[in-house]
């Protein structure tokens, strides 16, 4: 049967001072009237049973996930200590193919805009049929919509049939030239969506992920506390799609986006006349081209361009936007009685 893996670790701090260790970029309505994470859970739930839906988070985290998902302890995987998504995967895996011996997997993040979920569905689909019949780890590459340097890219190979291709290689967020060249020469989004048979999965991990196949053993015997102390944290990406032969690539064309930072509001909410896109008590006066979220205190745009500014959480921030995606650095520098919130 098929199962769903939603990965909802991170604190989101590209979303400070919005996002915080009690209200994380997960519990966050960012590109539209519910959280990310229950947008993510009810685009794949018409595909995949509510049962079978897995849910892996931190400790402070998961209880608010469990109530905001409607779903029960057994579904929620609380992970000791973060360790990036090659454990936490190798973890859920495990757990579904426990529950399940015919289980297949779909592995998403918590955290996506998917503007289209029946476009979705269908290459969610199609990807975890690949898996079956292919007995491969699927990668889902996304047509890009612009020029992205912040997105890892796949350089397609041969075509296997239809939209299914061999991998040419991976690019991890290639500098801005470079992802243009990508673009231009047909490459694709890594999207972070994929499907595996759930014994061939972790057959490969047992195989080429040195990081996690020693510690394994701990989830056989089910102590997932010393699987966690044991293991190395290590990204799936690195862990085992760019090192398995048996990785294809299904070439979805869907609108997606990872919400990554504030310059993706304007990406997934709808803007005025003057371009810019207003969240809660917000007032624009000869201001275009911004972007402006309050929690509660009224804000007033007048006479700026380009521009974030956001008011949540006793803060107020105020960005170029063409600065959003150096929000870790603008973190980094600022004295922890600012930085830090509740």
Do not use: C
Not at 50 to 62: H, N, P, S, T
Not at 102 to 115: N, V
């Amino acid at each position: 049967m098929d199962w769903a893996v939603l990965l909802a670790g991170g604190s989101g701090t590209r979303f400070w001072p919005l996002s915080s260790p009690r209200r994380p970029k997960q519990l966050l309505p960012l590109a539209g009237d519910v959280p990310t994470a229950i947008a993510t859970a009810r685009a794949v739930e018409p595909l995949v049973s509510r049962k079978r839906i897995l849910v892996v988070a931190g400790a402070d985290l998961a209880p608010k996930l469990a109530a905001a998902l409607d779903l029960p302890p057994e579904q929620i995987l609380v992970e000791p200590k973060a360790a990036s998504t090659a454990p936490a995967l190798a973890w859920a895996t495990a757990t579904a193919l426990a529950r399940d011996p015919s289980a297949t997997l779909l592995s998403m993040h918590a955290d996506w805009y998917l503007a289209d979920p029946e476009r979705f569905r269908r290459a969610a689909d199609a990807a975890l049929e690949a898996a079956r019949m292919d007995d491969a780890l699927v990668t889902v590459g996304v047509v890009p919509t612009r020029v992205e340097p912040g997105y890892g890219h796949i350089v397609p190979g041969e075509i296997i049939r239809g939209p299914l291709y061999r991998v040419a290689r991976f690019v991890e967020k290639p500098p801005r030239p470079e992802a243009e060249s990508l673009t231009a020469s047909g490459a694709l989004w890594n999207s972070g969506l994929f499907a595996w048979t759930a014994g061939r999965f972790l057959d490969e991990l047992r195989q080429h992920a040195p990081e996690v196949s020693g510690p394994m053993m701990r989830l056989a015997e089910g102590d997932v506390a010393a699987f966690f102390d044991e293991v190395s944290p290590v990204a799936i990406d690195v862990a085992l799609f760019e090192r398995s032969e048996r990785v294809i690539m299904l070439r979805g064309d869907f609108p997606w986006d990872d919400v990554g930072n504030w310059e993706a509001i304007a990406r997934v909410r709808p803007a005025d006349a003057e371009g810019n896109v207003l969240r809660g008590p917000v007032s624009a006066v000869d201001a275009a081209r911004s972007i402006a979220w309050s929690d509660g205190t009224p804000v007033v745009l007048a006479g700026v361009k380009d521009v974030v500014v956001v008011a949540a959480n006793g803060r107020i921030l105020v960005l170029d936007r063409s600065r959003a995606g150096d929000m870790k650095e603008v973190l980094e520098s600022l004295p922890p009685d600012v930085r830090t919130l509740e």
